[in-house]
């Protein structure tokens, strides 16, 4: 197998763990106040109303279609031109009294009737109610959390409680911090921002698994050493697979990114943040929370005794 960075490798990992902490600590603040102000801008299918996708013959301008549609009675309306030489364009209808067919029929009449039903193509119509809304949101969130909860518990079954605690923290840090992304640069929370949330709950616990499970194989050949000794061999002897695995899967996110369309920039843009974030945290945050609570170990030890090369192995 290829292997982009040797297994002989001595980073001390685990020395960085206190700046990394506090690196993490301080992201995860800035990204909690986000989550407050000025929040998550919620999509179609969790906030309820309607969405029209159009695309026009001829280019325009989203104040023009705003005005158009403000004279037939919709006020504050979110138009995005979607980038395609002004010709193409999002329109999220609010919540009204009227029932979402006759609010998307209303928009639809409005840009006819000024264009000519020839200049106007219809592409997409979403309509969600306020109650469907409501209950899609409070499904997301558990799925979240339970998803969360479900890896550490597996993680905790198949080595110890304290790499299941680990492992929680860090897929608690990815999702914040990728939450704390998709709210920075403007994206909406949709139910395809929640598969990305869940996509990358499970490719984060992956890595977290491969680097667990070396640690507890150093663990049985050498039980003289310190664990903190051994959770740097151990990412050592992993941070080729680790590179090769994490940098291909952020290179088919980029690509869909730049190449998949405005209708999944923001899936695709989770995917990405979500993948280095995951990468990171299973190296600075999930085997460091095992080496707090190990009985007996003092800060550091790491930085006390010299990392041993690690055994040639394919990893």
Request: glycine fraction near 8%; charged fraction near 20%.
């Amino acid at each position: 197998m290829i292997e982009l960075i040797s297994p002989h490798t001595r980073f001390d990992f685990v020395g960085f763990r206190k700046k990394a902490l506090m690196i993490s600590l301080a992201l995860s603040l800035i990204c909690i106040a986000l989550m407050v102000v000025p929040g998550p801008k919620l999509g179609i299918d969790f906030a309820g109303g309607s969405l029209v996708q159009v695309r026009f013959k001829t280019a325009t301008h989203a104040d023009q279609l705003r005005e158009i549609l403000g004279a037939v009675g919709f006020e504050a309306l979110d138009i995005q031109d979607l980038g395609r030489d002004q010709t193409e364009f999002l329109i999220r209808v609010p919540m009204t009294a009227d029932d979402p067919e006759s609010r998307t029929r209303k928009v639809i009449n409005a840009l006819s009737g000024k264009f000519g039903a020839d200049q106007v193509e219809v592409l997409r119509i979403e309509s969600v109610g306020p109650r469907v809304g409501e209950a899609l949101r409070g499904k997301a969130m558990l799925a979240v959390l339970f998803s969360t909860l479900m890896m550490g518990i597996y993680i905790w079954v198949r080595f110890e409680w304290r790499y299941g605690l680990g492992a929680i923290v860090a897929l608690v840090h990815d999702v914040i911090m990728t939450v704390g992304a998709l709210i920075a640069f403007g994206y909406e929370f949709d139910l395809t921002t929640v598969a990305a949330l869940l996509t990358v709950v499970g490719f984060s616990v992956n890595d977290t698994v491969i680097v667990s499970d070396r640690i507890r194989e150093n663990r049985r050949r050498d039980r003289r050493a310190s664990l903190a000794v051994l959770i740097n061999t151990s990412v050592n002897e992993t941070l080729s697979r680790t590179i090769l695995t994490s940098g291909t899967a952020i290179m088919v996110t980029l690509a869909l990114y730049l190449l998949g369309g405005s209708v999944i920039h923001g899936f695709a843009f989770a995917l990405l943040v979500g993948f280095v974030v995951g990468t990171y945290s299973s190296i600075f945050i999930a085997a460091p929370v095992v080496l707090y609570f190990e009985r007996g170990s003092a800060p550091g030890t790491a930085e006390r005794r010299p990392v041993p090369a690690p055994a040639a192995r394919r990893s």
